[in-house]
């Protein structure tokens, strides 16, 4: 949880990770008491061992408004820990019908107020959290909504068959027809697919993480590492350097996307957002939320910002691209053959030819001249 967390601009805060483990009933008040502390506005709340994340802030918060609700829950489509309840539940427009308390967001002030109206410090530390929200749930839909259509929360446990992996669009629900943000392995559910499609297959097992203590909130911690050392090399990076490059930047990607093919795998893209206003990397985190952003503070220019791509990337071989080109299929590959081949003793240039930007199409009797440089 706390790479993928990272990896996406978020900073998560750990409550409890130093106290002795009461039960779950302890873990929901720990948790209420937190809130009391926060000075954010939206709060989300995933389980700590068994939960990724894999978009980014903004994308989930804008996901949060649509449901016109100040708490949204994760839904499953098992009734835990107790059936019996389950034909209480309101009808459901899917089969992620039951709540599931791993994962939720809501408004700070409302959620503080909800656990206070629940009576949330009455609760035996040793109780069920789950079943404590769902019977809260049944006796009141209002409380609260269902993720029903996994807009933000996956559960996994009976589901990991509904998913699939786009190279667009990553992990997709195909049965709710969403993109899930954060991921919960929930009962006996096997994780391994989905770290695998997010990339966090590629973190050392022996990551070194300190955890320092939270300013504002009582028992709670954050937690430091340093990112480059706990990734495993990659077999290349392509670093796109952008501005205000408008839909420019979108289409760029996919076509690199396209033109990598199987080996998405083995290939980052990294996106230096140099200052940008124009809304395109918004647009980058909602369509390609496994394309790393890494954010100027101030316009720096093209080349800084290139060359910080190039030193926070992972990628053996370094592909430099504007935010303004369209590679054939195959075409990066090949490059990145012909880079290998070398063993680093040159820097290799492909023949470019013109990009008509307003069909997206290139003008291959247009060729640029091609080079190379000895070192």
Same mark, same amino acid.
């Given at each position: 949880?706390?790479f993928?967390?990272?990896?996406n #601009?978020i900073?998560?805060?750990?409550v409890?990770c130093?106290?002795?483990?009461?039960g779950?009933?302890?873990k929901?008040?720990i948790?209420?008491?937190?809130?009391?502390?926060?000075? /954010?506005?939206?709060?989300?709340?995933? #389980?700590?061992?068994? $939960?990724?994340?894999v978009?980014?802030? #903004?994308?989930?918060?804008r996901?949060?408004?649509?449901?016109?609700h100040?708490?949204?829950?994760?839904?499953?489509?098992?009734?835990? %820990?107790d059936?019996?309840?389950?034909?209480f @539940?309101p009808?459901?427009?899917?089969?992620?019908?039951?709540?599931n308390?791993?994962g939720?967001?809501?408004e700070?002030d409302?959620? /503080?107020?909800?656990f206070?109206?629940?009576?949330?410090?009455d609760?035996p530390?040793d109780?069920?959290d789950?079943?404590?929200?769902?019977n809260?749930f049944?006796?009141d839909?209002?409380?609260?909504?269902?993720? !029903?259509?996994?807009?933000?929360?996956? $559960?996994?446990w009976?589901a990991?068959q509904?998913l &699939?992996?786009?190279p667009?669009r990553?992990i997709?629900? !195909?049965?709710?027809?969403?993109?899930?943000?954060?991921?919960?392995?929930?009962?006996?559910?096997?994780?391994t697919?989905?770290?695998?499609?997010?990339?966090l +297959?590629?973190?050392?097992?022996?990551?070194s993480i300190?955890f320092?203590?939270h300013?504002?909130i009582?028992?709670?911690?954050? %937690?430091?590492?340093? @990112?480059?050392?706990?990734i495993? %090399?990659?077999?290349? &990076?392509? *670093?796109?350097?952008?501005?205000n490059?408008?839909?420019?930047?979108?289409?760029?990607?996919k $076509?690199?996307?396209? $033109?990598?093919? +199987?080996?998405?795998n083995e290939?980052?893209?990294? *996106? *230096? #957002?140099?200052a940008s206003t124009d809304?395109?990397i918004?647009a980058?985190?909602?369509?390609?939320?496994?394309?790393?952003? =890494?954010s100027?503070s101030?316009?720096?220019?093209?080349s800084?910002?290139?060359?910080?791509g190039a030193?926070e990337s !992972?990628g053996?071989?370094?592909?430099?691209?504007d935010a303004h080109?369209?590679p054939?299929?195959?075409?990066? =590959?090949r490059?990145?053959?012909?880079?290998?081949?070398?063993d680093g003793?040159a820097?290799?240039?492909?023949a470019?030819p013109?990009l008509?930007?307003?069909?997206?199409?290139?003008?291959t !009797?247009?060729v640029?001249?091609?080079f190379?440089?000895n070192?």
């Open positions: 949880m706390i993928g967390a990272i990896r #601009d900073c998560p805060v750990i409890g130093k106290w002795k483990w009461l779950l009933g302890w929901l008040k948790v209420a008491r937190a809130l009391d502390h926060i000075d /954010r506005e939206i709060v989300l709340f995933a #389980d700590a061992f068994d $939960s990724i994340i978009h980014h802030e #903004d994308a989930i918060v996901k949060f408004r649509r449901f016109n100040p708490f949204v829950c994760s839904a499953e489509t098992n009734c835990h %820990p059936s019996r309840i389950a034909s @539940y009808v459901a427009p899917t089969r992620y019908c039951f709540l308390s791993g939720w967001i809501a700070v409302y959620a /503080r107020d909800l206070r109206r629940l009576k949330i410090e609760l530390d109780d069920n789950q079943r404590f929200l769902a809260a049944v006796a839909p209002s409380i609260l909504k269902l993720d !029903y259509h996994c807009e933000i929360f996956q $559960s996994l009976n990991q509904d &699939s992996f786009d667009v990553g997709i629900n !195909y049965v709710t027809r969403t993109t899930p943000s954060v991921f919960h392995g929930n009962g006996v559910s096997d994780m697919q989905v770290v695998a499609w997010t990339g +297959d590629r973190l050392q097992s022996n990551a300190e320092r203590e300013e504002t009582p028992g709670a911690f954050v %937690p430091f590492f340093s @990112y480059q050392q706990e495993k %090399p990659m077999r290349a &990076s392509i *670093v796109i350097a952008s501005h490059e408008g839909e420019c930047l979108s289409k760029t990607i $076509s690199c996307i396209n $033109s990598i093919g +199987d080996h998405l290939i980052e893209i990294v *996106v *230096v #957002d140099d809304g395109s918004e980058v985190k909602r369509q390609f939320p496994h394309v790393r952003i =890494v100027n101030t316009r720096q220019g093209t800084p910002s290139k060359d910080r030193r !992972y053996k071989v370094i592909i430099f691209l080109c369209n054939d299929p195959g075409a990066i =590959v490059l990145i053959e012909d880079v290998e081949k070398l003793k820097i290799v240039t492909p470019v013109h008509e930007v307003d069909t997206w199409t290139n003008r !009797y247009q640029g001249h091609t190379r440089t070192l």
